[in-house]
């Protein structure tokens, strides 16, 4: 068994995942990154799963049980982004968006917690985004997506509590990573909207090509994920976090007509 703390990264093949791993390292921890792709950096131990395959997931987290005997961090990083009107976006699609984002997430968290609460102990980070708090038009279903962890994150606190175990929702802002590319973009009705979604997706593609390094993002993560505990929401970033206080202290209509002035003229 380690002596060092074992964590589990999701989605740490690339961007914010593949620095959180990173920087958890170089912190002393024993770290497995869990994705679709064998490309772990150096240091970091692969294990081969989709996190929306519940049994995949199981026998990942059973596998690092049998190595290290604990689960002592748990960040959930895996995900992507959609972009498109609401109307016109596929059922499908909407669905493979929470599919990945939040029940992918769950399936990860249920398969690691008997474990964390064996021990009386862990700490799990899950990767919202300030779009949850500001949602962002013509990316509805991802905002969606990451309210809905935030929210699962503040309930999942108060059931975990007497357990030892500290839960964190970590939100980022705009990044510079490979997500910005990976994004399934989907410009169906542009016409009926008056060319609003292009407009609207080019703004978002812009803040995050400028947006703060993964590597910076990535070392935030892993000392929140470090910590024993913490507040249950941070925000990455001076000037997020501005937002998000705006977000509480100003009538929840003005924050929105500010965010569609800014994301759906």
């Given amino acids: 068994m380690s002596a060092s703390k074992i964590a589990i990264v999701t989605g740490g093949s690339s961007g914010i995942g593949r620095e959180t791993a990173l920087s958890l390292l170089k912190k002393g921890c024993t770290v497995y990154e869990l994705s679709r792709r064998n490309n772990p950096p150096e240091g970091v131990k692969h294990l081969t799963a989709d996190v929306t395959d519940e049994a995949q ?4 987290v059973d596998e690092v049980i049998a190595k290290e005997g604990r689960i002592d961090i748990l960040v959930n990083n895996a995900g992507y982004g959609i972009s498109g009107a609401a109307e016109m976006t596929d059922t499908k699609d ?3 968006q929470l599919e990945l984002n939040l029940y992918g997430m769950d ?3 249920k398969a690691v917690l008997p474990h964390m609460r064996a021990q009386k102990s862990g700490r799990i980070v899950c990767v919202s985004s300030v779009a949850g708090i500001l949602p962002i038009p013509f990316q509805l279903w991802y905002s969606v997506s990451k309210a809905a962890i935030a929210a699962y994150v503040l ?4 059931e975990i509590r007497p357990y030892g175990i500290t839960v964190c929702a970590v939100l980022p802002g705009d990044i510079s990573t490979g997500f910005t590319d990976a994004r399934a973009k989907s410009y169906v009705g542009d016409d ?3 060319g609003r979604i292009a407009r609207s997706v080019a703004v978002m593609e812009k803040d995050e ?3 703060m390094s993964p590597v ?3 070392a935030y993560i892993a000392k929140i994920a470090a910590k024993k505990s913490s507040g249950p929401m941070k925000t990455i970033g001076f000037g997020y976090k501005a937002f ?6 100003l009538p929840r209509g003005l924050s929105n007509r500010i965010v569609g002035i800014i994301y759906a003229k």
């Fill in 155 to 158: 309930a999942l606190q108060n």
């Fill in 216 to 218: 910076k993002a990535g």
């Fill in 244 to 249: 998000a206080v705006l977000a509480k202290l």
């Fill in 94 to 96: 909407s669905h493979a």
């Fill in 107 to 109: 399936n990860v968290t």
């Fill in 209 to 211: 090509r400028g947006g």
């Fill in 57 to 60: 997931v199981k026998g990942a």
């Fill in 192 to 194: 009926i909207y008056e």
